[in-house]
C-alpha cells in the first residue's frame, strides 16, 4: 500500500500546474458568486469534475498498478481497467470543459452594430516634420 500512496503523490507531482488552475479557479468562481452566480456555478461544477477526477484516476491508476503485483492481475486486465478508466476519465472531462465554455458564453449581450468613427479632417499639419515623412497633400486641398 505504501508503494501505491508514492505512486499516487509522484503522479500529483507531474499534474500539480493543471490542479493548481483547478484549484485557483475554484476560488475565482467563488469570489464571482455573486456578480455573475449562473456562470460561477457552471465553472465551479466543470472545475471541480475536473479536479475530482485527476485525483481519482491518479489514485486507480496507482492503484491497478500496485494490484497487479498484490493479486497477481494479468497485464490484459490491468491493461482494460486503465483504458476503462482513461475512457471515463476523458468523457468526464469533455463534460467538465463544455460547462466551463458554457459559462464563458452564457449571459452575454448581444454586440450592437455601431456606424464606422468618420475621420477627422486634418486642417494643418501638426508639425512642419509631417511634410518630411512623406504627407505631400493635406486633406481637401
Known sequence: MEYTFLFFL???V???PMLLAYVVGTILALVFWRRCPLPAKLTLL????????SLVQSFLVSYFVQARVNFDWS????GLLMSVTGLVGSLIR???FSL??????????TAQVSSPIEAL???????????????????GT
Open 75 to 78: 497485464h490484459q486486465t490491468v
Open 94 to 96: 469533455a463534460a467538465a
Open 46 to 53: 466543470g472545475l471541480m469534475l475536473l479536479l475530482i477526477t
Open 14 to 16: 507531474g499534474q500539480a
Open 121 to 139: 479632417p486634418l486642417m494643418e499639419p501638426a508639425s512642419r516634420g509631417s511634410f518630411e515623412h512623406g504627407i505631400t497633400r493635406l486633406p
Open 100 to 109: 466551463i465554455l458554457i459559462a464563458v458564453f452564457i449571459g452575454r449581450k
Open 10 to 12: 509522484s503522479q500529483l
